[in-house]
Every structure is written in C-alpha cells, then in structure tokens.
C-alpha cells in the first residue's frame, strides 16, 4: 500500500515514520502528479493558512479534489478538508478554538469501539461546531467529536501522530486495504486480480495475447 504524505509544510515526517512502523510504503508528497500513484493520502497538521497557500501554488487543491482514495486529515488538515476550505468533508471547524490559555494539551480520550483510552495531543487544535448526518464520531472528548470519519475520509483535531498510539493510523490503513481490494466477481472462472491468470486482462496487449 503506497501512503502519501503532503510534505509542504508540518509534521508530515512523523507521520511517514509511523505509517512505515505499520508496514505501510510512506512516501513524501510535493507534487499534483504524485497522487496519481497514492493508495491513500495524508494532510498533516501545521498551519492550515500556510497549507492552503502552498497547496495552491504548487496546484495540490485541485489534485486533492480528484483524488478518489482514503484521505486522513491531523489538526490543520482537518481544516483544509472542511465546509469552509476545500469542501470535502461534511464538518465546520473552528480554529484554535480550545481557549488562550490551555491551547495546546493532552488528554484521554475515548474510541469508538475500544476499551481503552487513546491519548490526544492537542496543539492549538480547532474544535468541531458542526457536522453532516454521515459523519460519524471516531473519539470523543468531554462529548464533543475529535476524531470523525465521513465516508473515505478521517479526520482528528489532535495529532495522533505524536504519541506511540497507532490506532488511528491503523483505522486509516483498514480504510485503504478496504478501497484497494479487487471487486468480489459473482460467480464463473474468472478469479483472480486484473493481469492475473484467470483475472480480467489488465492491458489491451495482454487482451490480445490471451485471445491467440
Ligand atoms: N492552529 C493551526 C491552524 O489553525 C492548527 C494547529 C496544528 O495543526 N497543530 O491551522
């Protein structure tokens, strides 16, 4: 599973360091063309201000509007993802709403689906307002969604990529695997992946090979 990282600015180098702890081949992202080869991508946190400036520049919004794969968004790319910037997740956000005073913290949180806490790291982190009726809460905090997935997307306003705790980075992958897997075909002797023996020709040449 090839993973993409946006590296233009924020933490992306943590979050390349765990994703290959899982196993997964994380790769550094730059360019609008890369994302053609992705079979998911990251937003990490940072400056959302700074992020869409630069996507912009470099064309990385609009590859990011056509990019079909499983997305996750960490602090400011839970930002660059909502209603008010690119529009792709059902939530508003607003930005270092967590108060003056305690701006950046830690605290326990819990998982949908898990006994155990996961620990959030929060730093000026935006705070959830609203979201759509398909999104779903992944982890909460004092009953306020911080973690959401809506459809292909995930999102966290903490930065899971800062702790040892790998469980959102798992969820994510499982996301992928999930979007990667070839369609389950009904019935017959054609099994097999695309270019396999039995599988569906991946290519025209192929196609016509098989047809000698
Ligand atoms: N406060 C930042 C913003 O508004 C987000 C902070 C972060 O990503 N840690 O973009």
Redesign the pocket.
Known sequence: MKIGVLAVQ?NFREHIQMLRRLGADAVEVRKPEQLAELDGLVVP?????TFMRLMRLYGLDEALRRFQGPVLGT??GM?VLDRDHLGLVDIAVD??AYGRQVASFEADLALDGDERPLRGVF????RVREAGPDVQMLAELDGEPVALRDGRFVVTSF?PELTDDTRIHERFLELVKEAVKPPVRASGPGKGAPGEPGGCPATEEELYVRSQ
């Open positions: 924020g946190g940072g400056e959302s201000t602090c400011a930002i930005r270092n730093i000026r982190a935006p930065h």
